[in-house]
């Protein structure tokens, strides 16, 4: 005992000691740290800052740590003070930098794809053709535009940058091979939507209609959409109250569910933790690989996860990893995801006395749990058996 608290004392005070000096700032999709660490950072890049107000570098970090803080907080009353803190730094960039990259795509951050505001995205792409910072957004402007040509080029960029993790590539390509023709896939956040285009600006799943929550919020978007995809028709959702935007978000899923071209509806998994999406649909939906589908009629759902798990999902990349990882801990994360239709399958092949399938599903279960807070549960409940 005493060996690991003194093994935990010094590796927390080797994180103190580096996390004292200022570091590059990544966005939360590509890796996640403590609100401590940003804390710590923002100081550090303020030095920074204060002794060169023209180090844009500096500054973009600086703004960075603060955005991530923003995200991070689980008190209201303190992302809403760092939101502050964060439009104050853009104001001050202004001043200083006003004619830099940075200043530029920080401008058309704090803007959350206000299309008025799109010259400071413009401006940033020409200032610095070979950076990276705008490709996302790059993306997105192909998405909302429904440019998929300008959406597929830009995504491949993306890959060739080296800026997208290969774990979660391989993670949503089971994701989009586990659906039915012509699926609508509801997905959330980047790392279950930026891949997802990329596998499809390379000709996987083109059928599959992606359609991200965090995006329909916005009415020009969403309307051009539900209308391409026979969705009923839902007014001003950008000017809802709070209390509103939760109504809409806990019945979408039915809204979309009932188009009027009959296209399966699907929640990726990363979604349906989301308890404000699912609530009050839970009864109607069936776990069938890496997504719920929604049917109002039962549906042998685990006949699903074994197609999709035996024949369609492919797995390699868990335990023969031959590729440079950028997000191992993000990886690590996502692929939690699997491990509930895992365990569903693991309890179907011991009961049908399956012995051989059942080794081969518990490998990958203790793959996918190792070294998460799940593991030890994971464990249990194989041995309970």
Request: net charge neutral; hydrophobic share 35%; glycine share 4%.
């Amino acid at each position: 005992m005493k060996k690991v608290t003194l093994f935990l004392f010094i590796t927390s005070l080797s994180f103190v000691v580096s996390a004292q000096k200022p570091e590059k700032i990544y966005g939360n999709a590509h890796q996640q740290k403590p609100l401590s660490y940003y804390q710590e950072q923002s100081a550090a890049w303020k030095k920074v800052v204060d002794q060169n107000p023209k180090n844009a570098g500096a500054w973009y970090n600086y703004y960075y740590a603060n955005r991530n803080m923003m995200f991070n907080d689980t008190i209201a009353k303190k992302r809403e003070e760092r939101w502050e803190l964060v439009k104050k730094i853009v104001n001050e960039m202004e001043k200083a930098i006003p004619d830099s990259y940075e200043y530029n795509i920080c401008k058309w951050q704090m803007g959350n794809h206000d299309q008025k505001q799109i010259q400071y995205l413009k401006k940033a792409a020409e200032l610095g053709p070979d950076r990276t910072e705008h490709i996302d957004y790059m993306i997105n402007q192909g998405e909302l535009n429904r440019n998929i040509s300008d959406r597929d080029t830009y995504s491949i960029k993306k890959f060739e940058a080296g800026l997208f993790s290969i774990g979660i590539i391989y993670y949503n390509y089971n994701v989009l091979v586990g659906l039915e023709k012509d699926a609508i896939l509801l997905t959330l956040g980047d790392n279950d939507t930026y891949p997802i285009w990329y596998l499809q600006a390379k000709g996987i799943r083109k059928d599959v209609h992606v359609v991200n929550l965090s995006l329909i919020l916005l009415d020009y978007y969403r309307e051009k959409v539900f209308q391409e995809l026979g969705i009923e028709k839902i007014d001003h959702v950008s000017d809802l109250e709070k209390s509103d935007f939760e109504f809409f978000k806990s019945h979408v899923v039915k809204n979309v569910a009932s188009n009027m071209k009959n296209y399966p509806t699907y929640l990726a998994l990363t979604l349906a933790c989301e308890d404000k999406y699912t609530k009050n649909i839970q009864e109607n939906l069936y776990l069938t690989g890496l997504a719920y589908v929604y049917e109002k009629q039962a549906i042998d759902n685990v006949a699903f996860l074994k197609k999709n798990f035996e024949y369609n999902f492919a797995f390699d990349y868990l335990d023969k990893v031959f590729y440079n990882e950028i997000s191992p801990d993000m990886v690590t994360m996502i692929n939690g995801n699997y491990i509930i239709p895992m365990l569903t399958l693991y309890d179907h092949y011991k009961l049908a006395g399956d012995n051989l399938k059942c080794d081969w599903i518990k490998a990958k279960l203790k793959l996918v749990s190792k070294g998460t807070e799940n593991e030890a549960e994971v464990i249990k409940h194989i041995q309970s058996y």
